[in-house]
């Protein structure tokens, strides 16, 4: 457990973002979807191909700049099994690139259910003395709603197997308050579940002081940011909500600890599609993807300077 | 949107249960796991083939006794893409088999990305032209601790294609209370939850007086299961915790309306694994389930009475 192995490649790239892999399949350059097309018909599995071929391509150019890639279940799920088929090749082409994987699932369940997921996208099976990987993320995002039933199945396995998760804390959404805000004896919901993100990760504090729960905390609320960073001073936070959502390097900034460290910011869309937003040849998004990347990773570090002490 | 066609199968069948299919491998016979490893090796894919033969079977012997089933996600993503293919095709052969079909995701997004999961889960998809129906399933469970921006994007789906959704409100674990019970404005937080849940299916009543949006509430919590009962006369129970985790038919009755609607209770294991306990032919796991799934449903009528007015 802990978010070692992540920070060392923060610093090493000094680079605290992390790049969404939401594949939509209107995001997928024409030309690639009609090869896919062409080979597969109009299928599932002709979109799974697409996908992957686009992930793919972004990963060969980001690896060099950027730590991390968030794949979104949803995604790929969308596209059947076959998109999910297309999850799992993400995932370890993007570690063989040597990325830091962020399975953005927010799954929740209990027991040994939990542990079902755990196994399926942290650890491994058994499967009739064989031991296989089913996904193999190096961390997954998880959701606290049925309190820690559902978070010490995950514990044990981001021990053994050095991986993390990242909590739901205060999400990015306009709606998030609804619940999220709502005071139990004076302290907001967020707050009280980023307390038990700093108690659950109490069994492995990590080299640079942030454990393995990590939370995600949205960078559309800038203040609340600050706050927990303060707050909770061994929590890891995956920042979603800049870019596209409204947030920028700005409101991030305050995620970030006096050494540059305690977060990742995320930008999915901005990236994938920056070679519309550029308007260079669809056959350059990979280059056009690694620009905006560059660009965002200078204008984040314009804020919190150097990383690590 | 809507649970008619699944107050309409349980009131035909005088059965208000589902069977959850999680069927880890440790519940899948021998002689079929046995068959499987011959034939395709110690692999994902013989582990996901041997869970399709096992549910397969379940579904024969069950379809005519029990109106729904409730697959879990997390036992087949355990076993990776080639798990999620055995969850796909479950969930069709089941519909074929006329039955309604949960899945148990507990999903959670926001705006787009839970627009992903609801195409991908309870809708359609469009590629290059082709519609295509990724998973298909009746209803999926979902988690609502990103607010209002994580279920509105289920609604339209719902209404156009005729689905419902569950959300989780008193979940059936030990510490669903850390978060679940604690206390907003004097008032719990599932209990805002469920009021959530009545609000956001306000748009679609259903011909039974309970709209597409469910909740789910565990057996193991019968007072709040009964009080809920009265609090939230339109949202319709999904209740776990019955058999393995303790809940009894007692338990489940207060779940129920004076007609004997406005909730399903699921068994897993008991169902699945009655052979087992039976000490049968393990080739006889299916009639074992039938028998199963029977002595359910008749121990909870014995409390409710007949379905249905």
């Known amino acids: 457990m802990s978010m070692d192995r992540l ?61 991390a890639v968030k794949p979104q279940c949803a995604y790929y799920e969308m596209y059947g099994w076959q998109g999910v088929k297309a ?72 021990l053994e197997y050095d991986k993390g998760i990242f909590v739901l804390v205060k999400t990015s959404n306009p709606s998030s308050g609804e619940l999220q805000d709502r005071e139990i004896d004076g302290v907001p919901v967020y707050r009280l579940m980023g307390e038990l993100c700093e108690r659950w990760g109490e069994a492995d504090p990590g080299a640079f002081g942030y454990s393995g729960v990590g939370a995600v905390v949205g960078a559309t609320y800038p203040e609340q940011l600050a706050q927990l960073r303060k707050d909770l001073p061994h929590t890891f936070f995956l920042v979603p909500g800049y870019g596209a959502q409204g947030g920028g390097a700005k409101d991030v900034a305050g995620g970030f600890d006096e050494n540059g460290l305690g977060a990742i910011v995320n930008s999915s869309r901005a990236v994938m599609t920056a070679y519309k937003k550029e308007g260079c040849d669809e056959k350059d998004f990979g280059a056009a993807a690694s620009r905006e990347a560059t660009r965002m990773r200078d204008e984040i570090l314009g804020f919190i300077g150097k990383i690590g002490r």
């Open 7 to 67: 920070i060392e490649k923060i610093i090493r790239m000094q680079n605290p973002t992390v790049v969404g892999l939401d594949p939509k399949l209107d995001y997928v350059p024409d030309y690639i979807k009609e090869k896919m097309f062409d080979k597969y018909g109009n299928t599932l599995k002709a979109a799974s191909k697409a996908l992957y071929a686009f992930n793919k391509e972004l990963i060969d150019n980001l690896c060099d700049i950027v730590p």
């Open 87 to 158: 999850l799992a090749k993400t995932i370890r082409y993007a570690q063989e690139k040597g990325m830091f994987v962020i399975v953005d699932g927010k799954r929740n369940d209990i027991g040994t259910t939990m542990e079902a997921y755990t196994a399926g996208h942290l650890g491994e099976i058994d499967v009739n003395g064989e031991t296989l990987t089913p996904f193999g993320g190096d961390a997954l995002t998880v959701n606290a709603y049925l309190g820690s039933d559902g978070i010490t199945p995950l514990l044990k396995t981001c």
